[in-house]
């Protein structure tokens, strides 16, 4: 709890753009390279040394596998850049991947442990330390359950998951987990296709915060597709309208406050069997000195949207 506090602290005076470090010139840094996420669409990907099948297979990657592309023009047609942290840069051919859904953690956030199957399966043991957790699942399949069994600890069996959508051919989903240092197995159902569950903490540390916190201003948008927990926000003080279209007749928007005396809870419940499309809005209150939260989408299978506007 101290930590959480310490880093509240850091975030407040973002929030109030107070510094807390004065009179020092920040010091020059390299932009990082601009990176785009892609998925491995193909059973197995040879990763090449340069843009073309002559050159030398480096490594491979598997169907499911994220890569770091390189947003740029092609220099080879048909051929992709790879980018490799502390690696020298790799190519793939264009057509063994596919373009990642939106993602709400750092592309380059390596995950701390991946479990992969098919169909009914129940993992072996993990073990989640203190702390939280981003759980994200790619399910190539129209319907999906994953259980949080508890084996040892003080945490609660949960159901995190439960998806269906009869058009998909591939589902993306997220959300979060609190964990009072326990070990848990993953149980997946009501799914026969491949799926992948990568496991991410949810704040690493202060400086992880900052960077990867969204501060939300006078006509923030945040877009995603599906259940989705997003990336840690920072909403200042003041009455804000949230509006959230929607390309589904169904809609859930919860509010996860971890810092801050906003409210947590459901800001939308919506469903409208005749409407293909929904668009809602409601004021949210943020006391001063302002929250740290996340949000949390369930029920849709389509695109949404979340507008944030400051009322004067």
Known sequence: MHRIVALFAVVVAWLLAVSPVQAQAPTPTPAPPSIVGYIVNADVANLRSGPSTDARIV???????????????????????VFRVGEADVYIAD????????TFYPIDQEPLFVVSGRAAQASEVLQLPY????????VYDVSFKLRIRVVDGYCDDVTLFNELDFEATR???????????????FE????????????????????????????????TVIRGEGHQLTMSTALPMGS???????????FILWSYVMMGECDS?????????????????????????GCMMYWQTDNVNGEWSLTFTRLQ
């Not at 490594?59 to 947003?71: M, P």
């Open 95 to 102: 057509f063994l991947v596919e373009r990642a859904p939106i």
């Open 59 to 81: 490594d491979t990657a598997s169907k499911g596998d994220r890569l770091l592309i390189y947003d740029e023009a092609p220099g080879t047609q048909g051929w992709l850049r």
């Open 171 to 185: 589902m993306t989903m997220s959300d979060a987990f609190v964990s009072m240092s326990c070990s848990v197995v």
């Open 131 to 138: 702390g939280g957790y981003r759980i994200d699942a790619t």
């Open 240 to 250: 804000w309208m949230v509006t959230a279209k929607v390309d589904h007749n169904m």
């Open 265 to 289: 809870g459901a800001v939308f419940n919506e469903l409208d069997t005749d409407a293909e499309a929904i668009e809602v809005s409601a004021v949210y209150r943020s006391p001063k000195p």
């Open 188 to 219: 997946t159902e009501n799914v026969d296709g491949e799926w992948r569950i990568e496991v991410r903490d949810l704040i690493v540390d202060d400086a992880f915060l900052i960077a990867n916190t969204l501060k939300i201003e006078d006509g």
